[in-house]
């Protein structure tokens, strides 16, 4: 058996990496017409990031607001616009990145639902895919 990934405890026999299976399902969304430059790209990498805090090297303040900017989303609150200028504020004030290997905001055992569920999707299902992954890494952030 192989170890849990130290960050989301995705514990899989597969020989990807999970940064190499978000690679694979943004090969999927590329072929989903407008999903790269919309909310289904956002909710991907955001949930993403969510989940690998530590290999991402960002800080609690960023994943935070990733949690945050994920349930506004979901609630048509912002546009994908709004989102783009809450990334440069943040990129901007310097709170995004930490050291690496620090964060430590959620332990990998809280999330339901990974990166390997979401590969279940076709360019037909992906946007309703990602959209439950968002919407269950929200639910999961804040129990």
Same mark, same amino acid.
């Given at each position: #058996? ?9 514990? $899989?026999?597969? !020989?990807? @990496? ?37 290999? #991402?090297?960002l800080t ?36 995004? @990145? ?12 809280r999330w339901? #639902?990974?990166? @390997?569920?979401?590969?279940?999707? !076709?360019?037909? @299902?992906?946007? $309703?895919?990602? !959209? ?12």
């Amino acid at each position: #058996m192989s170890a849990p990934c130290p960050d989301c405890g995705l514990h $899989d026999e597969g !020989t990807l @990496t999970c940064r190499e299976r978000l690679n694979s399902l943004l090969f999927i969304e590329a072929e989903v017409p407008g999903a790269a430059r919309g909310l289904p790209h956002f909710y991907a990498v955001a949930c993403f990031n969510v989940q690998h805090q530590r290999t #991402m090297k960002l800080t609690d303040a960023a994943v935070q607001q990733a949690v945050t900017s994920l349930d506004d989303a979901l609630a048509g609150r912002v546009t994908i616009q709004d989102l783009l200028r809450r990334g440069r504020h943040l990129s901007r004030a310097g709170t995004l @990145t930490a050291v690496p290997g620090t964060g430590t905001l959620f332990a990998p055992e809280r999330w339901s #639902m990974r990166i @390997t569920d979401a590969l279940g999707a !076709t360019p037909a @299902t992906y946007v $309703d895919i990602v !959209t439950a992954w968002a919407r269950q890494v929200v639910a999961d952030a804040v129990d």
